[in-house]
């Protein structure tokens, strides 16, 4: 039989659990390249240098986030989840949707700006899977 303090720690365990399987599916995975300046002009309307977030963190989206335009201004919690010789940065950033993808085809699902790049990826110009969530 198992005592009270057993049960609660049973609990507690079963529901950290259930906790930490909800958080790791909260976002998209997708993948994410970068590409130097110059990143003007956008595709987005209204974008001029000063209107670009001003830490630099921000991506051109590819065609399964693009949605005709309908992506711009959009923001996305993101943070690396693995790639060729363990390139990621613990933490995440959020960047913002400025442009769409300049290559046909697209080689990511978003093309992160070289800042955004270097602030998830220790490894830069290489392709990183991420996850990604709308804020």
């Known amino acids: 039989m198992m005592g009270r303090k057993g049960w609660v720690l049973e609990t507690m365990l079963i529901g950290l659990a259930c906790a930490v399987d909800l958080i790791g599916v909260s976002g998209d995975v997708g993948t994410a390249t970068?590409?130097?300046?110059p990143y003007?002009?956008?595709?987005?309307p209204g974008y001029t240098q000063d209107q670009l977030p001003g830490n630099g963190h921000f991506v051109a989206a590819g065609n399964g986030i693009?949605?005709?335009g309908a992506a711009c201004g959009r923001r996305y919690l993101l943070r690396c989840l693995s790639g060729l010789r363990r390139p990621c940065k613990d933490g995440s950033i959020v960047v913002e949707v400025v442009d769409f993808c300049r290559h046909s085809p697209c080689p990511s699902t978003l093309v992160l700006s070289t800042r955004a790049f270097d602030a998830v990826s220790k490894i830069p110009n290489t392709k990183i899977n991420v996850e990604y969530a709308q804020i």
């Open 34 to 37: 970068s590409y130097s300046p």
């Open 40 to 44: 003007l002009p956008t595709k987005c």
């Open 66 to 68: 693009w949605d005709n």
